[in-house]
């Protein structure tokens, strides 16, 4: 059974950074994504960022360009997002995500790619 778990979330000032993690069990090999989507309450999910477990494709939602970054400890089974520059907009309940299978690029910031879920983790960005 695959299984999603997430750390780092919390309160930062704007401007500031913030490093989620999330680590994955039950998969084997590399032939899969993983990546994160945020949730603010009221409106829906929203992509960030996704990337092969093989390192081959890689994608970033248009309001985190340049300020997030995505990168992966294979021998940890382990994703992170590197939240730089951050402002308040970028408040919400982060989620990992990993597919079910391998996607291609332009499947990677859909939301039907990803089969299986952490619980969330929450960012606020505030002064």
């Known amino acids: 059974q695959v299984h999603l778990v997430e750390s780092g979330g919390g309160l930062v000032q704007p401007g500031g950074s913030l490093r989620l993690a999330c680590t994955v069990s039950?998969?084997?090999?590399?032939?899969?994504?993983m990546g994160w989507f945020r949730q603010v309450a009221g409106k829906e999910r929203e992509f960030v960022v996704a990337?092969?477990?093989?390192?081959?494709?890689?994608a970033y939602g248009e309001p985190v360009k340049g300020r997030f970054t995505i990168s992966k400890d294979n021998a940890k089974n382990t994703v992170y997002l590197q939240m730089d520059s951050l402002k308040p907009e970028d408040t919400a309940v982060y989620y990992c995500?990993?597919?079910?299978?391998?996607?291609?690029?332009?499947?990677?910031?859909?939301?039907?790619?990803?089969?299986?879920w952490g619980q969330g983790t929450q960012v606020t960005v505030s002064s």
């Open positions: 995500v990993s597919s079910r299978g391998n996607p291609i690029l332009s499947s990677l910031g859909k939301i039907e790619t990803y089969g299986y």
């Open positions: 039950g998969r084997t090999g590399r032939d899969y994504a």
């Open positions: 990337m092969s477990m093989n390192g081959a494709r890689r």
